[in-house]
């Protein structure tokens, strides 16, 4: 067989986009023992660094090996116990997976639905807060499904003052859009790499409060073969032994208590991710998404496309566009990958076949990513039939630019 050979793709869709070479080189570097000091001291690192992308002074922020939803499924596992009410606003394809793992969890799982395309109002939140009076709220931030980015300022705060604790997936928004952990009082929050962080998926930083700590910490069970006497098992085991927060906490912290083996490449990578990230500084990157995002957005308008959804509550660093009529969607998005090697994503659900989403975000939310995108989605969308305005998704676009 012949060595590995990708072609190269410039990612415009939902995630994941083309990595930040930065991030690449990282990932090459050579291995190091699990607990040799120089490993243990990358690990610190890490803490210390999405503490500052989290912009929380959470001790317990680290990372969890897997994708997001490995994060998410961790958060929820550990936090729920069977029969604990939560509290899931849906209102994307994301609310949905939350509903899907709190369930699997043995959790009495409540939900408010919005429509795709709209997000809700706190006070709405508040209301079912009171009649449900859940153990956990759990929302998403930026659904990528349905590109909505729900505010989240008031959530922690509505939490709190009910008792409950708050867990948010900003796996999509972290990075391009403004989140302040201990600012806005979120107890979890989880992510991925492969959207505004810039790197690949197959790590999920995440952290948690101290209340949420001592909650996961109540029903702490080290693992036979690796407990000692004073480890004295409490509370109702937690059905995941993989995602089982109690014991990671305890091999990233002092103890380094051995868990799995760490995914010491992803560990590089979102090293480097978070290094990047507050290099340029966290305002710098939302603003960066805000421009690039409104560029992409007001060129598929000049090339006569409607954007999809409530504009006032777009994430930065996604917009979904109605497919014209008679357009066969996905042939589009072959063309732009077969002719320009630039690939868009399409939607699931309600959405699927209705409209392209295309991302602007981390490496890829670059000026020479939108024209480029915009220029060849120009001549596909031409070629396939549609009325499009000639120049005019370069031309919105430069002026938003200029
Ligand atoms: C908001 C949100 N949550 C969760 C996920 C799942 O992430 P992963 O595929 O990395 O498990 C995604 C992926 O697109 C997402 O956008």
Redesign the pocket.
């Known amino acids: 067989m012949n060595p590995l050979s990708m072609p190269p793709r410039l990612l415009m869709g ?2 994941p986009i083309t990595v930040d070479p930065r991030v690449l080189q990282a990932m090459s570097t050579q291995l190091v023992g699990q607990y040799d000091p120089t490993m243990t001291a990358a690990m610190n690192e890490v803490m210390e660094l999405y503490r500052g992308v989290f912009r929380t002074a959470n001790e317990q922020t680290f990372l969890v090996d897997g ?3 490995a994060g ?1 499924e961790a958060a929820l596992v550990s936090l729920l116990e069977p029969g604990d009410r939560v509290l899931v606003p849906v209102f994307g394809r ?1 609310g949905h ?1 939350l509903v899907e793992i709190a369930q699997r969890c043995g959790a009495e799982v409540h939900t408010l639905h919005r429509s795709w395309g709209e997000v809700f109002d706190p006070a709405e939140i508040e209301t079912a807060l009171q009649q449900v009076q859940p153990k956990v709220l759990a929302i ?1 931030q ?3 499904s349905t590109t909505m980015c729900q505010p989240l300022a008031e959530i922690g705060a509505l939490c709190r003052a009910h008792g409950v604790i708050s867990y948010v ?1 900003a ?2 928004s972290l990075g391009g859009n403004h989140f302040v952990t201990d600012d806005w009082g979120i107890d979890v929050v989880t992510a ?1 790499l ?1 959207k505004c962080l810039g790197g690949p ?1 197959g790590s999920a930083p995440i952290t948690l409060s101290p209340v949420a700590v001592a909650m996961i910490n109540a029903r702490k069970h080290i693992e036979a073969g690796i407990a000692t006497d004073s480890d004295t098992p409490s509370g109702s085991r937690i059905a995941s032994n993989y995602f089982v927060l109690a014991q990671i906490m305890d091999y990233w912290g002092p103890r380094r208590l051995n868990h799995h083996t760490e995914a010491t490449s992803l560990l590089y990578a979102a090293r480097e991710c978070a290094r990047l990230l507050l290099d340029e500084g966290l305002d710098a990157a939302v603003a960066r998404h805000g421009l690039h995002g409104t560029a992409m957005l007001e060129g598929l308008r000049g090339l006569g496309l409607t954007p999809f959804g409530d504009p006032t509550h777009k994430m930065t660093n996604v917009a979904a566009v109605h497919i014209p009529d008679g357009v066969d969607g996905e042939k589009v998005r072959t063309a732009l990958l077969d002719d320009f090697g630039i690939e868009i994503g399409m939607s699931f659900g309600p959405l699927a076949g209705k409209v392209w989403r295309v991302g602007t975000m981390a490496y890829n939310a670059r000026k020479d990513a939108v024209l480029t995108t915009l220029a060849a989605l120009e001549q596909v969308l031409r070629s396939e039939g549609a009325t499009v305005t000639a120049g005019g998704g370069v031309g919105a676009a430069r002026e938003v630019y200029a």
């Open positions: 939902p995630g994708t997001s939803r998410i994301f997976l998403v930026g659904d990528t997936d796996t999509a991925g492969q998926s």
